[in-house]
C-alpha cells in the first residue's frame, strides 16, 4: 500500500483531506470516505470502505480492480445511480451524496454521460432518437433535441446512420451512438462502463481512438475496466482493491510499475 | 417529458407490439362496443317512443278526461285502484259541458273501446278493438283513410251501422277481397264497411293495425260499456302547450263542479297526456340504461385486469429500458408518466375501436331486427372518458412499479 500513495500528489491528498469543504472548481470529482455496504440476506457485504478520490477537470482516467473489488458500485457512485452510506461526493462543486432521488436524476442528465459495455440503447427507437433522449428528459424543445443530437452523431462520425435502428448497427456503430447520447447534454463526465467489454479487438480500438480525441477536446474521461491495455490509454489509472483504493498513478508510472513487477492483472 | 411525447412513445410501442396490443385492447374494446350498442337501442326506443308509439296513444297537445288513468306507471298502490274503482264513471253527458268550456281552436272527440269478437262471412269470428266515436276522432289522432272513405257527418250524427278497419283487421275478415262495401257483424249486428284506414306499424311485435272504428252513436257502444250512457273518454287537442294547460284546467274546473266537489277534496277524475306515457318510458329507460351501463361495465372491469397484467409484464420486460432511462436523467414522475399514458393511449385506442364496432352494432341491429337504434353522441363521450380512466387505474400500480425501480438493479437486468 505504502507504494500507492507514491502516485497521489500532495495537491490531491489536500483536497480529499478537507472534508465538508466545497472543492476548488478544478476539480470535477471529489470522494472523501466513500462507503457502501449491501445486505445480502442477512450478510453484510463492504464493497467500498472508505474511498478518496479526487479528479480534475479534462483528466481522462481509468478505474481498474479485480472482480469484487468494488469498481462497480464506485462506478454506480460517481454515476449517482446509487448513494454511499457514509462519505462525501462532490460532482462538479455540488455535494451530490445526500440528494434525493429526482435530483440525482436531474445530475444524471446534466453531469454525466453514461456509456455501457452493453451500449443499451433503446432497441426500437432510432440511432438519432436513442441521442434525442437526455434532451427529452431535460426538457429541451423537439427542435433543438433534434439539432444537438444531429451534432454530437456526427462528432462520432454517424452523421449518415442516425435513422437507423440499433439492429442495422454494428457493435461499434452502436457503441458510438451510445457515445453520442452520452455526449448530446455537454456533461462534466463521461463514464464508460466497460465500454469495450463487448467489441473485438479492432472494434475496441476504434472505440478507444474516439474516447483519445474526445479527451484532447477537453472531455472528462472515466473509463470503469479490467483490461489492462484498455486502461493503458488513459493518462492516470486508479486500482481498487477490497473497496479501497490500491494505487493511483500516472499511465508511465502505472506501466513501469508493472513492467517491475512482471505481473499483469 | 411532455404527454405528446409519451402518447408518441406509448402509439410506437404499441404499433411495434400488435399482436400483445390486440388482446390489450380486447376487454375494453368489447365493453365499450356493448356500452354503445345498448344505449344506441335504448336512445333508439326513447325516440321511437317519444315520436311514434306516445303519439299513437295519445297525441300531441292533446289530453284525455277520463275516470282513472289508462296508463299507469309501476305498482300501483292497491288502495290507489279502489279509490279508482269508487270514482263516479264519465258520462255522455260530462262531454257538452265540457266542450263548451273550450278555448277556441281546440277540437275534442269522445270514445269507447273494448276488444269484441267480430265476424264476416269470409272467417272465422276475430277479437279486435272495437271503437265508439265522436266528434274529430280521426284528426286527433292523425289516422288518414287509406282506401274508401271516413264516416260522413250525418252517419256520426245518425249512429249508422258503417265501420272503418285497421289492416290487419281486413286480412283476417276478408282474405284476397276488396272489404268496402261488404258487411261483418258485432254482436249479430251488420256494419258495412267503408273505408280502411292507413297503415299505423307495430311495435315490440304489437300491431297497431287490428282494429274497428264505428260512430258513437251506432248500436255497438252498447257493448263497450255495460251501463248506459257511460263513456271511456273525452279527448281535447289544444292548438298549443300553453293552450293545453289552459283547456287542462278548464275541463277540470267543468268536472269538478258536475262531480260537486268541494275546494280541497281531490279530483276524482284524471286529467291524462302524453306525459304519463313518456314518464312510464323514462321510467323503464332508467331501468335499461342501467343494465347498458352494468353490462359493458364487466367487459370494462376485465378489460382493466388484462390492461394492468400486461402493464405488469411489460415493466418486467423493459426494467432494463427504465434503468437506461433513469440513468439519462428520467425522474421517477417521468417513468410514472409513462407508463400511466402508456396504458391510457392502449386503452382509449381500444374504446375507439369499440366505438366504430359499437356503431357498427347498433346499424347491424336497427336492420335485422325490428329495434330501432340511434347512437347517443354522450355515450361516445362517455366511452372514450371510460376508455381513458380504464387505463389510468388499470396503469397505476404497474407505473409506480416502475417509476420505484432502483436504477442499478434495473441497469444489471438481463
Keep these: ?265 | 417529458m411532455g404527454i405528446l411525447e409519451a402518447v408518441r412513445l406509448a402509439l410506437a410501442t404499441l404499433v411495434t407490439q400488435k399482436l400483445k396490443s390486440a388482446f390489450t385492447l380486447l376487454g375494453v374494446c368489447i365493453g365499450v362496443m356493448f356500452l354503445i350498442a345498448v344505449v344506441s337501442i335504448v336512445e333508439g326506443m326513447g325516440r321511437y317512443m317519444e315520436r311514434d308509439l306516445v303519439g299513437k296513444l295519445i297525441g300531441v297537445n292533446v289530453f284525455e278526461v277520463r275516470r282513472a288513468p289508462s296508463i299507469n306507471i309501476g305498482d300501483v298502490d292497491p288502495a290507489v285502484w279502489e279509490e279508482y274503482r269508487r270514482r263516479p264513471r264519465l258520462f255522455e253527458d260530462d262531454v257538452a259541458p265540457v266542450v263548451e268550456a273550450m278555448p277556441a281552436g281546440t277540437r275534442w272527440s269522445v270514445y269507447s273501446a273494448d276488444v269484441l269478437s267480430v265476424d264476416s262471412r269470409y272467417s272465422r269470428p276475430r277479437r279486435t278493438t272495437v271503437y265508439a266515436v265522436d266528434g274529430e276522432y280521426f284528426e286527433i289522432r292523425n289516422l288518414g283513410v287509406a282506401r274508401g272513405r271516413r264516416f260522413a257527418p250525418q252517419e256520426i250524427t245518425n249512429g249508422d251501422n258503417v265501420i272503418i278497419l285497421g289492416v290487419d283487421l281486413v286480412e283476417r275478415l276478408f282474405p284476397g277481397l276488396d272489404p268496402v262495401g261488404r258487411t261483418l257483424r258485432i254482436g249479430g249486428v251488420p256494419y258495412t264497411v267503408v273505408g280502411i284506414a292507413e297503415p299505423q306499424g307495430s311495435a315490440f311485435g304489437i300491431s297497431f293495425d287490428n282494429f274497428a272504428i264505428a260512430p258513437y252513436r251506432a248500436p255497438v257502444h252498447r257493448l263497450l260499456n255495460r251501463q248506459p250512457r257511460v263513456i271511456d273518454a273525452i279527448q281535447v287537442q289544444a292548438m298549443n302547450e300553453t293552450q293545453l294547460t289552459e283547456a287542462m284546467e278548464l275541463a277540470r274546473t267543468v268536472m269538478r263542479t258536475r262531480h260537486k266537489l268541494r275546494p280541497g277534496q281531490p279530483d276524482n277524475f284524471s286529467l291524462q297526456t302524453n306525459d304519463t306515457a313518456l314518464e312510464f318510458w323514462n321510467r323503464l329507460k332508467g331501468y335499461l340504461v342501467l343494465a347498458g351501463i352494468a353490462l359493458p361495465a364487466i367487459g370494462l372491469v376485465v378489460g382493466a385486469i388484462v390492461i394492468m397484467n400486461i402493464m405488469l409484464v411489460a415493466v418486467a420486460e423493459r426494467t432494463r429500458e427504465i434503468g437506461v432511462r433513469k440513468a439519462l436523467g428520467a425522474r421517477r414522475r417521468d417513468i410514472l408518466s409513462q407508463f400511466l399514458v402508456e396504458a391510457a393511449t392502449l386503452s382509449t385506442v381500444g374504446a375507439g375501436i369499440g366505438i366504430g364496432l359499437g356503431y357498427a352494432l347498433a346499424q347491424a341491429i336497427a336492420a335485422f331486427t325490428p329495434l330501432p337504434t340511434s347512437v347517443a353522441p354522450w355515450s361516445v363521450a362517455v366511452a372514450v372518458a371510460l376508455g381513458a380512466g380504464v387505463g389510468v387505474v388499470s396503469g397505476v400500480y404497474p407505473a409506480s412499479r416502475a417509476a420505484r425501480l432502483d436504477p442499478v438493479a434495473a441497469l444489471r437486468q438481463e
Design chain 1, 1 to 265: 500500500m505504502a507504494d500507492a500513495a507514491l502516485g497521489v500528489t500532495a495537491e490531491r491528498q489536500a483536497v480529499v483531506a478537507a472534508a465538508g469543504a466545497a472543492p476548488s472548481p478544478e476539480w470535477v470529482i471529489v470522494t472523501r470516505g466513500l462507503t457502501r455496504s449491501y445486505d445480502m440476506g442477512g450478510e453484510i457485504v463492504r464493497a467500498l470502505r472508505g474511498v478518496d478520490i479526487a479528479v480534475r477537470r479534462n483528466e481522462y482516467v481509468a478505474i481498474m480492480g479485480p472482480s469484487g473489488s468494488g469498481k462497480s458500485t464506485l462506478m454506480n457512485l460517481i454515476g449517482c445511480l446509487d448513494t454511499p452510506n457514509e462519505g462525501e461526493y462532490w460532482l462538479n462543486g455540488q455535494l451530490v451524496s445526500t440528494m434525493s432521488d429526482d435530483a440525482l436524476a436531474r445530475v444524471r442528465n446534466k453531469e454525466i454521460g453514461f456509456v455501457f459495455q452493453t451500449f443499451n440503447l433503446l432497441p426500437r427507437a432510432s440511432a438519432l432518437h436513442n441521442v434525442e433522449l437526455p434532451l427529452v428528459y431535460a426538457g429541451l424543445p423537439a427542435a433543438e433535441r433534434r439539432r444537438k443530437a444531429e451534432d454530437a452523431l456526427r462528432r462520432v462520425q454517424l452523421d449518415h446512420r442516425m435513422h437507423h435502428k440499433p439492429n442495422e448497427l454494428s457493435g461499434g456503430q452502436r457503441q458510438r451512438v451510445a457515445i453520442a447520447r452520452a455526449l448530446v447534454n455537454d456533461p462534466s463526465i463521461l463514464l464508460a462502463d466497460e465500454p469495450t467489454g463487448n467489441l473485438d479487438s479492432q472494434t475496441s480500438s476504434e472505440i478507444m481512438k474516439v474516447f483519445e480525441s474526445l479527451s484532447q477536446q477537453g472531455q472528462t474521461v472515466i473509463m470503469v475496466t479490467h483490461e489492462p491495455d484498455i486502461a493503458a490509454h488513459a493518462r492516470r489509472i486508479i486500482v481498487l482493491r477490497d473497496g479501497v483504493v490500491a494505487s493511483d498513478e500516472k499511465q508511465n508510472q502505472f506501466a513501469a510499475r508493472l513492467q517491475a513487477t512482471g505481473a499483469g492483472h
